[in-house]
């Protein structure tokens, strides 16, 4: 069995899990940059249309023979493709007026909501990421599971934030 991640014989989709980063980064962009001037309809639609493509690519090559689609999926996609309508929809509606494309990125790709749910709103997400609990808050946490998103919150506040937020010196 090979366990190295993006290995083997499923190495496409990590490259379609990469391509599919940059896809949805590009027009989660560009529709933040249209939004900060207009707000047409037709404009949202075809965005949201364009966000969810890849996954109605995916599943017609379940159901169709264009099995040449199927290199599009990875685990996860219907997830990821959730979590980025949410975001031009918080986008459209005026809840998020700007963020950085890392902070997306973070979002989209943050393991512990991936791998074990539940699925978090962007504002929220960046919110807990801002209130780093101090160790024995932390401690306390991951030992007693007592909070409302047990595994994304401790995992979250702890360990995603001292990784990717203070790098080494």
Known sequence: MDVRLFGG???????????YIF?????????????????QTRVFVIMIGLSILPLVAVKLALV?????????????ISYLTFKTVQVLME???GTIKTFKNRDFIR????????SSGPIDRFRRFQADEQ????RETYLGLVETRNCS???ADAYK?????????NPPQ
Do not use: C, E, M
């Open 64 to 76: 169709l023979p264009i099995s040449q689609l199927s290199f599009l999926g990875f685990l996860g």
């Open 23 to 39: 896809f949805q980064l590009l027009l989660i962009y560009s529709y933040k940059k249209y939004r900060q001037h207009h707000n």
């Open 107 to 114: 979002f989209l790709l943050f393991f512990p909501t991936v």
């Open 157 to 165: 506040t702890g360990l995603f934030t001292v990784a990717f937020t």
């Open 149 to 151: 998103r047990p595994s």
């Open 9 to 19: 014989g499923k190495w496409y989709q990590g490259v379609a899990l990469v391509g």
């Open 131 to 134: 209130q780093v609990p101090d």
């Open 91 to 93: 986008l459209r509606d």
